[in-house]
C-alpha cells in the first residue's frame, strides 16, 4: 500500500492477470481435506477428477507424468468447504480439524 | 479456436484456467466452480463483461485480480449493454483492418439481481438486437452480495432479509420470475438451463451458446452457502437436488421455439420428482417452511412446482 | 498549412447537422444512442450516412440512455472511437455511467442538444441537463454556433484520446436554439479531418493478448489515489486543447479560446454567458457602448475544468460581472456558473461585485432586453454597492 497515484495504472486497471495468487486464502480454512492415496481414482487409473472439477479454489492439483498420476491440496488457497470430500466417489477424501 | 469443448478430465486438465486461486468468494461458493465450467467452453480470445455482484466484487479487490482473460465491470444494471459496446467496436474495428485477432468471443455475466432485476432491460435490449455474444446469469437466488435480499429469482417461501419468515408470512410470497422462458420468448437462436453438478451438459450448452449466430443467454443455477445457509460441502448435491425437485429443470430452447428436455431432467422425469422438502432441508432459509402452520404453504409450492413441470414437459414433448 | 478554400465545402446546417457530419469525418468505430428530443437529428442523420454505407461505425440502436453510455464504455474499453448523443432526462439516465466513464478514463466523445430537465417535462433549451453533470468528470465545452459545433466535435476526440487526458469530452449546443437552427457551416475535407484525427491508438485496452482487468472493486486503500489521478488528468485539460485549437486554427483560421472575450479590456461591467447567449450578449454589449456604458462580454466555452485563473484576470479590471445563466441549483449559495465565478474571485486583488442572473429556464426566451434588465439593475447595485446573491430575471413576479 506504499504506491503513490502517479505510480500505480490509470483507473484501478489490474495489468497482472491472475495476481490474486498473492492473496492465500488458506487461513479461512478451519477443517482440512486429506487424501487416502488408496481410494483415489485419479491416482489409480486417471479418470474421476470430480474433486479438481467441483474446487471452488481451484485448490486441487491433479497432475500426470509419464503415465503416472499425482494428486495434491493446495494449502494455500483452500479454504476448507468440503465440497472435495462430498463429491469423491469412493470418499477417498475426509476433513480434519485444522 | 478450439474445436470441442473440454468436457473429459483430462481434456479439462489441459485448459487454461480462466479463475485463478486468491480469489475472495465465500468458502463453498458455486459461482467460481460456474465460471471454471464457463473456461471449458471457450472457444479462443474472449472478454468477459460483468455486472456489479459477489463474483465482480470478490474476484478483482484491488491490486489482485482472479481473472487471467480481459474482464471489465462498469456497474450493476448493464453488463449486456457494455458487451454489446465491446462487440460491435471490435467488429467495426476489424472490418477496419485495425484488429488484430480474427475473432473475439463476448461474455456478459451477471448474478441474478442484475440479470432478474435491474439490469433486465438492457438484457432485452441486447438480445432484440442480435449481437453475437453469450448472457449468463448465475442465479444464487437473492441480492447476495448486499446482505441477502430477495430478487425476482428468488423461490417462493424463500426467507431473505427483505422477506423474512415471520409470525404471519412465510418467506417470498411470489413466485420466481421465469427468466429463461422470458428470454426464449425474444426468440434468439439459444437459451438453456444450467447448474454445476451436471457439468458436462453445461459445458456443451455454454458451448452452443458462444456457437449460436446471434445471442446466447444461459441460466446456470449457482448455490450460495453463506445466503442459504447451507453446508458448504452440500454446494454441489444441493444443485443436483434443485434439478431432481424439478425447481431448476435442465432444458434448451432453440429459437424461442424448439424445447428440449435436457438429459438430466429427463432422467428426472423417468423417475419422477422428488418432493421439494428435499430441496428445502438442506437450506436454512427454508427452515421454518416446516413449522406446522405452514405445511399448507407448502403444499401450495409443490403444486406450483409439478404444475410448473408437467408444462415443461409439455413442451419439451416429455412424457 | 491551411486547407484551400476550394477544398472547403459549405451548407447551411443546424446544430445537429453539423455535429452529425463531424461525427461521419471522425470515422467512429461506434456510435450508440437511444432518441431523445432536441438530440435526435444527430442519430437521424448518422443512421443516414450508415444506411448510404457512407461510415463504417457500428451504429448501435440501444434500449436507454443508460444502456448507450454503458456500451460506449465497453466500445471504449476494447479501443474503440465512440460517441453518442443525448439531451435532459435521457442525461440523466446517464448518470451513473456518466462517472464510470470518467473514472474509467473512456475517451467517449458526447454531444448534448442542453434542455430543460423534468419536472414538468419541457423539451426547451437550458443548461440544467449539462449542469447536473458538472462534477462527473468529463470536459464540458459549449459551443455558440453551428459552425463552432461541427470544430469543436472533432477537436473533442483529439482531446479526449490524448493520453495526457483520457477523460470523455460532453459537446454542448443550445437545444433547438442552435440544434435546430440552420447557419452557414464551413467543413474540411474528409481526408483533413481523417489526418487530424489519425486512428485512435489506445493508451490500454480490453485485449486478449494481454489481459488486464478494467473495473475492479477498490477500496480505502486506493480509490482515492485514482481520483487524484483523475483530477490531475481533468486539469491539465486546457493545455491539450490549447494544442489541439493551435493545430485545428492552422488547418482553418478558427479558434474560441477556453473561453471568447468582446471589449472586455475597459469593461465596467462584464457580462458572462455561455452557449447561443454568448452572441445576444455581445450585440447587447454593442448597443450598449454606443449609449455610453462600457460593457463587455465572456462567452465560457469551457465549463469544466473551469478556467478559473485566466478568467479571474479578465474580470479583475471590472466593477462588476454580470452572471447570465440557464440553470439553478437549488438551495446553494448560488447558481453553477457564478458559484465558479465568485470562486476564481476570491483570490484576486481587485474583486468585482459579482450579480447572478438565472435567465431563460425550460427555453423561456433571453432577448437583448433580458440583458439591458441586468446590465440596468447591476449599474443600480453598483450604484449601491450591494447586490443580491442571486435574482432570477424573466419571470413573472
Known amino acids: ?98 | 479456436m478450439s474445436n470441442k469443448p473440454a468436457v473429459s478430465i483430462k481434456d479439462m486438465l489441459k485448459q487454461d484456467l480462466i479463475l485463478s486461486s486468491g480469489h475472495r468468494m465465500c468458502a463453498g461458493c458455486g459461482a467460481p466452480t460456474v465460471i471454471k465450467l464457463m473456461g471449458m467452453a471457450l472457444r479462443g480470445p474472449t472478454i468477459v463483461c460483468n455486472s456489479t455482484g459477489c463474483l465482480e466484487v470478490a474476484t478483482t479487490i484491488y491490486p489482485y485480480t482472479a481473472w487471467k482473460i480481459p474482464w471489465i465491470h462498469v456497474a450493476f444494471e448493464n453488463s449486456a449493454a457494455v458487451a454489446s459496446g465491446a462487440l460491435e467496436a471490435i467488429n467495426a474495428m476489424r472490418e477496419k483492418g485495425h484488429y488484430k485477432h480474427e475473432h473475439v468471443d463476448v461474455i456478459a455475466i451477471g448474478g441474478d439481481g442484475g440479470s432478474f432485476d435491474i439490469g433486465f432491460g438492457a438484457i432485452s435490449g441486447a438480445l432484440e438486437r442480435g449481437h453475437d455474444f453469450v448472457y449468463m446469469c448465475y442465479d444464487n437466488g437473492a441480492y447476495q452480495n448486499t446482505g441477502i435480499q430477495r430478487s425476482g429469482a428468488t423461490f417462493t417461501g424463500q426467507e431473505t432479509t427483505t422477506s423474512w419468515a415471520g409470525k404471519v408470512i412465510p418467506g417470498k410470497l411470489e413466485r420466481k420470475k421465469p427468466l429463461a422462458e422470458i428470454v426464449a420468448a425474444h426468440k434468439i437462436p439459444y437459451v438453456a438451463t444450467v447448474e454445476p453438478s451436471n457439468f458436462r451438459d453445461f459445458i456443451m450448452k455454454f458451448r452452443k451458446a458462444l456457437d449460436a449466430e446471434g445471442p446466447g443467454f444461459i441460466h446456470a443455477f449457482s448455490p450460495c452457502p453463506r445466503g442459504w445457509r447451507s453446508a458448504t460441502e452440500e454446494t454441489i448435491s444441493i444443485s443436483r437436488l434443485a434439478v431432481e425437485t424439478g425447481l431448476h429443470p435442465l432444458y434448451e430452447v432453440i429459437n424461442g421455439e424448439e424445447w428440449i428436455m435436457s438429459g438430466p431432467s429427463k432422467r428426472v422425469a423417468e423417475a419422477g420428482l422428488k418432493p421439494v422438502e428435499e430441496y428445502f432441508k438442506t437450506q436454512g432459509q427454508f427452515k421454518h417452511l416446516f413449522r406446522p402452520e405452514w405445511e399448507g404453504f407448502r403444499k401450495k409450492i409443490q403444486e406450483q412446482v409439478n404444475h410448473d413441470w408437467e408444462v415443461l414437459k409439455k413442451r419439451c414433448g416429455v412424457e | 498549412m491551411s486547407v484551400p478554400k476550394n477544398k472547403i465545402t459549405v451548407e447551411g446546417l443546424t446544430g445537429d447537422a453539423a455535429i452529425a457530419y463531424a461525427l461521419k469525418q471522425a470515422d467512429l468505430d461506434v456510435l450508440a444512442a437511444y432518441p431523445i428530443t432536441p438530440q435526435t437529428i444527430i442519430v437521424e442523420d448518422y443512421q443516414h450516412f450508415a444506411a448510404n454505407g457512407e461510415v463504417k461505425a457500428h451504429v448501435i440502436p440501444v434500449e436507454s440512455e443508460h444502456s448507450a453510455m454503458s456500451a460506449c464504455v465497453g466500445a471504449s474499453a476494447v479501443g474503440g472511437r465512440v460517441a453518442t448523443a443525448s439531451a435532459s432526462a435521457g442525461l440523466a439516465l446517464m448518470w451513473e455511467i456518466l462517472y464510470c466513464a470518467a473514472s474509467m478514463r473512456m475517451p467517449i466523445v458526447f454531444t448534448v442538444a442542453n434542455r430543460a430537465l423534468s419536472a414538468p417535462i419541457n423539451i426547451h433549451n437550458d443548461h440544467s441537463d449539462g449542469m447536473g453533470m458538472r462534477d462527473s468528470g468529463f470536459i464540458q465545452l459549449y459551443c455558440q454556433s453551428s459552425q463552432e459545433a461541427y470544430d469543436t466535435t472533432i477537436m473533442a476526440f483529439k482531446i479526449a484520446e490524448n493520453h495526457d487526458v483520457l477523460l470523455p469530452v460532453m459537446v454542448g449546443i443550445d437545444g433547438f436554439i442552435l440544434s435546430h437552427n440552420v447557419e452557414r457551416v464551413e467543413m474540411l475535407p474528409d481526408d483533413v479531418v481523417s489526418k487530424f484525427l489519425g486512428v485512435r491508438k489506445p493508451f490500454i485496452a480490453l485485449d486478449p493478448d494481454k489481459p488486464i482487468t478494467m473495473g475492479p472493486l477498490a477500496l480505502t486503500d486506493y480509490y482515492f489515489e485514482f481520483k487524484e489521478q483523475q483530477d490531475k488528468a481533468i486539469m491539465g485539460a486546457p493545455k491539450v486543447y490549447k494544442e489541439v485549437e493551435k493545430e485545428f486554427a492552422d488547418l482553418t483560421g478558427r479558434k474560441y479560446g477556453l473561453f471568447e472575450t468582446h471589449k472586455t479590456n475597459d469593461a465596467d461591467i462584464i457580462i458572462i454567458a455561455m452557449s447561443t447567449m454568448g452572441g445576444t450578449a455581445k450585440v447587447v454589449a454593442d448597443a450598449m457602448r454606443e449609449k455610453g456604458d462600457k460593457v463587455g462580454v465572456i462567452r465560457l466555452k469551457m465549463f469544466r475544468p473551469f478556467p478559473a485563473k485566466e478568467i479571474a484576470k479578465v474580470l479583475g479590471k471590472a466593477k462588476a460581472v454580470a452572471v447570465f445563466e440557464k440553470a439553478m441549483s437549488f438551495g446553494a449559495a448560488t447558481h453553477p456558473l457564478a458559484l465558479e465565478v465568485r470562486t476564481a474571485l476570491y483570490d484576486a486583488e481587485e474583486r468585482p461585485m459579482v450579480v447572478d442572473f438565472v435567465v431563460g429556464l425550460g427555453g423561456r426566451d433571453v432577448t437583448p432586453m433580458t440583458f439591458v434588465e441586468g446590465i440596468e439593475k447591476t449599474k443600480k447595485y453598483i450604484a449601491k454597492g450591494k447586490a443580491p446573491m442571486y435574482e432570477t430575471l424573466g419571470v413573472r413576479k
Open chain 1, 1 to 98: 500500500m506504499s504506491e503513490k497515484y502517479n505510480e500505480i495504472p490509470i483507473a484501478g486497471n489490474i495489468i497482472e492477470p491472475g495476481n490474486s495468487e498473492k492473496y492465500k486464502t488458506g487461513g479461512w480454512r478451519a477443517e482440512r481435506p486429506i487424501l487416502s492415496d488408496e481410494k483415489c481414482l485419479w491416482l489409480k487409473n486417471g479418470t474421476c477428477g470430480r474433486c479438481w472439477i467441483f474446487c471452488p479454489d481451484m485448490a486441487v492439483i491433479l497432475t500426470e507424468k509419464d503415465g503416472k498420476h499425482a494428486f495434491a491440496f493446495n494449502y494455500d488457497y483452500c479454504k476448507g468447504c468440503g465440497i472435495c470430500a462430498n463429491e469423491c466417489p469412493t470418499d477417498a477424501i475426509h476433513l480434519e480439524k485444522e
